[in-house]
């Protein structure tokens, strides 16, 4: 027995997801009692490819302002290091069909970003250099494309 935390999303099956999806994680309670909420955004079905480094790097620049239009109090959106989609953490306890119509609309607007990508510059992005704007939005066209939908958590049997 190591001492290390169980995360949860070892606990997912994931040969048995069907992506592109949105999927309830979990949700975590503050000491004061408010909620947050995680949540996978996933764009590839896992084990089956993966993002190149410099298209989801764009899209999380995208995706950090397109998905707040979209959807009220998000903490954070970041790249799953398996480079199959992104994690999202929000205040509060937001239905998953509201999520899931805020990362369609959020798609939607990486589908149609033809102006450059923000925050990219020496001085507002860690490697300014590694992007793929055709990429991030060819990505976005097939989830769309292949239609995204709410996924169950199925977990291991162990
Ligand atoms: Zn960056």
Known sequence: ?????????????????????????????TPSGDAISKYDLRLLQPNQGAIDPAAIHTL?????????DHLTDVVDVSPMGCRTGMYMAVIGEPNEGGVLRAFEQALRDVEAHDRPIPGVSELECGNYRDHDLTAARQH?????????KVQETILLSR
């Not at 999380?60 to 707040?68: F, I, S, T």
């Not at 976005?140 to 995204?148: E, H, I, K």
């Open 1 to 29: 027995m190591s001492g290390m935390a169980n995360v949860e999303s070892f606990d997912l099956d994931h040969t048995k997801v069907q992506a592109p999806y949105v999927r309830l994680a979990g949700i975590k309670r």
């Open 60 to 68: 999380e620049h995208l995706l950090a302002g397109y998905l707040r």
């Open 140 to 148: 976005a066209r097939d989830a769309l494309g292949q239609g995204l």
